[in-house]
């Protein structure tokens, strides 16, 4: 046991020394060429090379670093350096791992690592020595770069990756989602709130989060699906950074049948982007899976140059893995050390971290990830178009289309492709389980477990609701119930459902939903709203409204009793007495109203009303002379007439 004890340390001293001695000649080396001035500069990258993404990462910042002296230096000595070195996601690695790139490597930048937590310790390294660390982290905060100012974000931000997912659930008519995440990524504490924000935007929620740590045991994992098993809502949103977790989760989610239909699994970057290297068993275990992946051109000449070269150089280096296509972790990186090389050749005689610095930000050029160009927060800009995948079959998936916030969905990004709103546009979509139509995305109650209806029992108005005891039975009626039966009748399905009596006040009959002895929240609710509506429009309402409130039809009477009631009965000619009245009072107070105001006017009597009272004065005068006159001519020619009969009879 000694023995074995001894041999064991000897050959760990071995290997620190042999370690030591590498690092020592490979620092001698680089000062000399650096002496010699055939080197322009080192690069560091620090990556986790037992991930898939880092093998494509390391891959492909050698190949960019290959390409740019082919095209800038081949005809020269000189040469970029690349020292890579494996921190196999261990934060405190990656940070020692920074501190010997740059104290003894003396590089000039930083690459990686992937993960948020590694990236924290490595910008507090390189702002200090005033080296740039360019992150592919999924997301920085945003004070990162107040407290690391060397920190650059080599990754697209996933602000419009969450507006994506909330239109998909959207096009599905889908109104609540459960979201499972990695809780070891501080990055979700940016990709919650997004997300919570965009489904808001969609008139839908998240009802339960689900944080997984990285390596969570089998048992865990079980009972944590088991209770979300449990809830209503069918559709799940997976937002994690390693494929290890995502494989296992599905694999088990398989397992304990949550992965055939009416269930919704929806995934988004990092691992959609991982999808491609997966293996058949892999892919067996995730049957109808929507992911959403960023998207970058694959159409262009010098991408099929590159994908030729890494494939075969993929195969020869990593002959253990199945699957040799380079996804977003493999161009992203490969920008990231162009960029890094275009700034080196610009300053390659410059020393100092900070005009370097800005040398890296302002690049500006078209990559193998699209256009690289970092805004005034050090960040390249959010990524604008994805691309949807459908994971079927045995090869893989299906890329079913792309979706962009300028044009929605399209099945192609050509100019005068068809644009959409909806998803459903862009044709079949197999679902987890391959029914035949799409899942509605929640589980409608049961006979076992049926939708329970709370009926308050000490109603004042018996024609809205009304329970009355048959028996041992309760009959519930009114008009509140028959709305509510009619719109059971316009659901697509049958809702199991019953009518539990409450005998206390409406106070206590809200407080028991707070209580939850009542469902709140349920996914139903929209579809209920929806066909409450449809009975509304089709005049079901005003019918049942007529039928148990409209007054009911006095029975037939004989005649006498029609001569009594019309005696008894009340006419406008019953109330001739109270119209004299009115009539009078009205007048006379008219006239009272215009005397005063007469009275009033004269009290101030101006020219103008002595001018038209003399004029009316003069008026009435003349009229009284005109009628004297006229008096005065009859008179005299009746007495004219008189005279001359008497002489005539004379």
């Known amino acids: 046991m000694d023995t074995f004890l001894s041999l064991n340390t000897f050959l760990i001293l071995v290997l620190i020394i042999s370690t030591q001695s590498l690092i020592t000649a490979d620092h001698k080396i680089a000062d000399e060429t650096m002496k010699n001035g055939s080197v322009i500069g080192i690069v560091g990258a620090i990556l986790d090379n037992s991930s898939r993404a880092g093998k494509e990462e390391e891959l492909a910042m050698k190949m960019a670093i290959e390409d740019f002296h082919s095209d800038y230096y081949s005809s020269t000595n000189q040469t970029l350096i690349l020292h890579v070195i494996n ?110 924000f965009a489904l808001r935007e969609v008139n839908a929620k998240i009802t339960h989060l689900l944080p997984l740590p990285p390596c969570p045991s089998s048992s865990m994992l079980s009972r944590e699906l088991e209770n979300l098993k449990r809830d209503q809502t069918r559709v799940f949103v997976v937002h994690l950074s390693s494929s290890q977790l995502g494989v296992q989760l599905f694999q088990k989610a398989k397992e304990m049948n949550m992965m055939e239909k009416d269930y919704v699994w929806i995934t988004t970057d990092p691992l959609t982007g991982l999808v491609h290297s997966f293996n058949s068993s892999i892919i067996s275990s995730m049957q109808g899976v929507l992911g959403v992946k960023r998207y ?89 178009i994805f691309q949807i995948i459908n994971v079927a079959g045995k090869s893989g998936y299906i890329e079913h289309g792309f979706w962009s916030e300028k044009s929605g969905f399209s099945l192609s990004l050509r100019e005068n492709g068809k644009k959409s709103s909806s998803m459903e546009d862009l044709g079949l979509v197999f679902w987890p389980g391959f029914p035949m139509k799409t899942p509605e995305g929640w589980t409608p109650p049961t006979a076992s477990k049926p939708l329970r209806i709370a009926v308050p029992g000490l109603s004042m108005f018996k024609e809205y609701v009304n329970v009355e005891l048959n028996g041992n039975s309760l009959s519930f009626g009114g008009f509140s119930i028959d709305v509510f039966e009619a719109m059971l009748d316009e659901l697509p399905y049958y809702l199991p459902h019953e009518f539990n009596l409450f005998n206390d006040t409406y106070d206590k009959l809200v407080e028991q939903i707070h209580l939850k002895a009542f469902p709140r929240g349920s996914p139903m609710l929209p579809i209920i709203n929806e066909a409450l509506l449809k009975v509304y429009e089709s005049g079901k309402i005003w019918e049942l409204e007529n039928t148990m409130l409209a007054l009911e039809e006095c029975e037939e009477k004989n005649e006498e009793d029609d001569d009594e009631t019309k005696a008894r009965s009340l006419s406008a000619n019953s109330f001739w007495v109270l119209f004299i009245i009115t009539g009078t009072t009205s007048t006379i107070s008219l006239v009272s109203y215009l005397f005063r105001v007469y009275k009033s006017l004269f009290k101030h009597k101006t020219l103008v009303w002595r001018l038209m009272a003399a004029v009316i004065k003069y008026w009435e005068d003349g009229k009284k002379c005109f009628s004297r006159r006229i008096s005065d001519v009859e008179e005299s020619g009746t007495n004219s007439l008189n005279a001359s009969d008497s002489r005539t009879r004379v």
């Open 87 to 196: 921190s196999d996601g261990d934060p405190m690695q990656a940070a020692l791992a920074a501190r010997d790139l740059i104290s003894k490597q003396q590089v000039k930048a930083i690459l990686g690592p992937q993960t948020w937590e590694e990236t924290s310790l490595v910008a507090k390294v390189g702002s200090e020595n005033h080296v740039p660390v360019l992150s592919f982290a999924e997301a920085a905060p945003k004070w990162a770069n107040e407290i690391w100012p060397f920190l650059v974000q080599a990754s697209h931000d996933h602000t419009n990756h969450m507006k994506a997912i909330a239109a998909i659930v959207q096009s599905w008519k889908w109104f609540q989602v459960n979201v499972i995440y990695e809780d070891r990524d501080s990055s979700a504490n940016e990709f919650l709130p997004q997300f919570s």
């Open 296 to 384: 970058f051109p694959d159409d262009s000449n010098r991408f099929h140059d590159f994908r030729n070269k890494f494939r075969k150089r993929f195969d020869l280096e990593h002959p253990e893995e199945d699957n040799n296509e380079p996804g977003i972790f493999a161009v992203q990186a490969y920008d990231a050390a162009w960029t890094v090389a275009l700034a080196m050749k610009e300053n390659s005689k410059v020393n100092n971290g900070q005009k370097f610095l800005e040398k890296i930000l302002k690049s500006d050029f078209r990559g193998l990830s699209g256009k690289v160009e970092f805004n005034s927060d050090q960040r390249l800009p959010p990524a604008d």
